[in-house]
């Protein structure tokens, strides 16, 4: 779903929700079965926003930003640092100690990698770019996202395209991914 303005003010936003999750699932108890729930939902939300962020952001910052090529670069090494953790995460058993030794590191990791696209990739792009194409990056990084819903809700899986991604058994990442990217399509 879209929240409006450019690019920048998009992620953003994308951001604070990705963090309220976090917030949501460290308030749970360990072991309780909706810290599964919120894991599929931040799962999903991160890939979509990796995804609309590769499709959109990182050529942007490659092309229009001084020393861009080296920030992309990092930021995709953050992206699959993040999707590592996810993909373990997804076949993890809630009651398991791994379970929340995975949780808290891909926090931390989010957490850094969003730091450090608000503190220097967001501010360079901005420098670089008149306000008239992060609006347009803006839309881009919208229509990229809407391709599939941001929150699976426990009502929501029986509606198409979410039942496929929720459907039981791993591959949560993958199939979101796919789904987004438009990878795999025939
Ligand atoms: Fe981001």
């Known amino acids: 779903m879209g929240h409006g303005g450019n690019i920048i003010e998009e992620l953003k936003v994308d951001h604070r929700e990705v963090e309220a999750m976090f917030d ?9 079965p909706r810290r599964r729930e919120v894991a599929d939902e931040f799962t999903i939300e991160l890939v979509r926003h990796s995804v609309a962020e590769e499709m959109y952001l990182y050529p942007a910052v490659r092309e229009r930003v001084a020393g861009g090529e080296a920030m992309a670069d990092k930021e995709l090494e953050d992206h699959s640092t993040v999707e590592g953790l996810l993909k373990k995460l997804e076949g993890m ?8 030794t995975l949780v ?3 926090i931390t990791e989010v957490t850094g990698h969003v730091a450090d696209e608000e503190n220097r990739l967001f501010p360079a792009l901005a420098a670089a770019c008149t306000p008239a194409q992060l609006d347009e990056l803006g839309e881009k990084i919208r229509s990229a996202k809407d391709r599939a819903p941001t929150r699976p809700h426990p009502a929501a899986p029986s509606t198409p395209p979410m039942n496929k991604i929720l459907a039981p058994g791993a591959g949560l990442v993958d199939r979101a991914r796919d789904m987004l990217s438009g990878r795999g399509r025939s």
Do not use: H, Q, T
Request: proline content about 5%; charged content about 35%; overall charge negative.
């Open 24 to 32: 949501k699932i460290n308030a749970l108890p360990l072991g309780d």
């Open 93 to 100: 058993d809630v009651k398991r100690s791994e379970f929340d």
């Open 104 to 106: 808290a590191g891909i």
